[in-house]
């Protein structure tokens, strides 16, 4: 299968803590919104919300997943993201191992 790499995407989110982050990589792996998330370190995220400035430990997240996938991705965290308003952004590749794209595709697949 050769996989036009405009359909392979990494979404973004951030997480108050590694607890939740682990329990919605899970959940998004498992009902293939994802096929692969990784979890990054801590980190110290400073951010204007509503009218102040503020600084949170966050525990980001890399979500591979397809184009197609990604509205019942975006959907699935909404659903379960602590936050009022959680970053969700998507970034498409330019570039990738055929083969690993290849992977990516038949795991994160739309219903």
Not at 15 to 27: E, I, K, Q
Not at 36 to 46: A, D, K
Not at 56 to 80: D, F, G, N, W
Request: overall charge negative; proline content about 5%.
């Amino acid at each position: 299968m050769d996989i036009d790499n405009r359909d392979t995407i990494i979404v973004m989110t951030s997480l108050p803590d590694r607890a939740t982050a682990t329990r919605l990589a899970s959940l998004l792996v498992e009902r293939r919104h994802a096929a692969c998330v990784n979890i990054l370190g801590e980190c110290t995220s400073v951010y204007r919300w509503k009218g102040k400035v503020e600084t949170a430990t966050e525990v980001p997240m890399l979500i591979k997943t397809s184009l197609c996938a990604y509205s019942r991705l975006e959907q699935e965290i909404l659903a379960h993201h602590p936050y009022e308003l959680p970053e969700i952004v998507g970034v498409s590749l330019t570039a990738g191992l055929p083969r690993y794209l290849d992977w990516l595709a038949t795991q994160s697949i739309a219903e």
